[in-house]
């Protein structure tokens, strides 16, 4: 059985930013709880919004909006309780989400080396297993060593509309595909790879992983062959594998296809 740190070659430590849609935030937990159980500390975060994390998900949150209180918590936190997460103290009540922090802030915290690993959710998608980012997204941190590409194979074959699909009409405008006509796999590897799609603004010295979630059945694996074989052929800079998995599970890890073998 491979972990989700050799799927994802977490060796150094460092900043990890999640974006896409459809399963940033579990398998961003899903990271955590893996890596803190092997006795490394871990803060999860955002830069954009995210639900109050469960207990399950995460054993102790905190908000603040002073860089030097996070550090101080987190330093007095980290002696308890290896995984923690912070937000700003800023609050939707109307949604019951937590906003993040300025990337810039998580550059502070990569700095102060209070944390082996931060893992970041720097991106939104209202719970849609795909989509195609706004001007201003993703919001990734400078930081950020490894740039996780998410999408949920959930959306092949369903129509490009609202209601799979955040954006829809942007993913439109990026693939090609006309709305409402059928999500193909060929249009998420477009979206993956165009220069205004899924993995845009990715700091030039991080590297890139395409994660394709939600593959719960040789039903949806089999696409997520499909896409891994177009992206690994495509020749995209920085992007050195491609990772089949269900983040849910107990073992989120599929299979994975490494560029350089195909």
């Not at 740190?5 to 150094?12: G, M, N, V």
């Not at 059945?217 to 800079?237: F, S, T, V, Y």
């Amino acid at each position: 059985m491979i972990t989700l740190r050799e799927a994802l070659k977490l060796e150094d430590g460092g900043v990890v930013s999640f974006v896409g849609a459809g399963g940033k935030t579990s398998l961003m937990f899903s990271l955590a709880r893996e890596l803190s159980s092997a006795g490394e500390t871990v803060l999860t975060t955002t830069t954009t919004k995210i639900l109050v994390p469960t207990k399950d998900q995460s054993p102790h949150v905190f908000r603040s909006d002073s860089v030097d209180e996070v550090l101080e918590k987190s330093r007095a936190l980290i002696k308890k309780n290896l995984h923690i997460s912070a937000a700003s103290k800023r609050i939707d009540p109307s949604l019951g989400k937590l906003k993040g922090f300025d990337p810039k802030v998580i550059d502070q915290i990569q700095e102060a080396d209070v944390f082996r690993w931060i893992l970041v959710e720097a991106d939104g998608a209202d719970r849609k297993p795909l989509k195609a980012p706004a001007s201003h997204e993703p919001v990734i941190p400078n930081s950020s060593s490894l740039l996780i590409g998410i999408i949920g194979l959930k959306c092949i074959g369903k129509p490009l509309n609202e209601k799979w699909v955040f954006r829809h009409k942007l993913y439109s405008q990026i693939t090609g595909l006309k709305v409402e006509e059928p999500v193909t796999e060929e249009s998420v590897a477009v979206a993956l790879n165009h220069k205004n799609g899924i993995i845009k603004n990715c700091p030039s010295h991080a590297e890139k992983i395409v994660f394709l979630n939600m593959a719960d059945n040789e039903n949806l694996i089999e696409p997520g062959r499909k896409i891994a074989h177009i992206l690994c052929q495509a020749g995209i800079e920085g992007l050195n594998r491609v990772v089949i998995g269900q983040a849910l599970q107990p073992q989120p890890v599929v299979e994975f296809y490494d560029v350089s073998e195909l």
